[in-house]
Nanobody, 116 residues
Framework: QVQLVESGGGLVQAGGSLRLSCAAS????????MGWFRQAPGKEREFVAR????????YYADSVKGRFTISRDNAKNTVYLQMNTLTLADTAVYYC?????????WGQGTQVTVSS
């Protein structure tokens, strides 16, 4: 069982930046593809970004491409989401996930609120 704990959310003005962190309990963290999803009020959870375990290739939703950067530090069992140029549309609960061919785990989420 992998436990994921997100942090770094908060209130930020439009145009500002935040960095989310997701710490994993599992020592085999490096074998999981890691990602970020978000869910805004009244909307379905949507994909934001993913980083692969093997090549560290990254993938982004079109809505965040060029503004968000996902990265991982396998030595710290942590994945990050650097969010720049935030807009009101980025307001959501952000969830970290870890997946491989056998398992899929979710964190509890961290709230990001962008104000005008």
């Amino acid at each position: 069982q992998v436990q994921l704990v997100e942090s770094g959310g908060g209130l930020v003005q439009a145009g500002g930046s935040l960095r989310l962190s997701c710490a994993a309990s599992e020592r085999t963290f490096r074998l999981y593809n890691m990602g970020w999803f978000r869910q805004a009020p009244g909307k379905e959870r949507e994909f934001v970004a993913r980083i692969s375990w093997s090549t560290s290739n990254t993938y982004y939703a079109d809505s965040v491409k060029g503004r968000f950067t996902i990265s991982r530090d396998n030595a710290k069992n942590t994945v990050y989401l650097q969010m720049n140029t935030l807009t009101l549309a980025d307001t959501a609960v952000y969830y970290c996930d870890a997946e491989n061919s056998d398992h899929h785990y979710w964190g509890q989420g961290t709230q990001v609120t962008v104000s005008s």
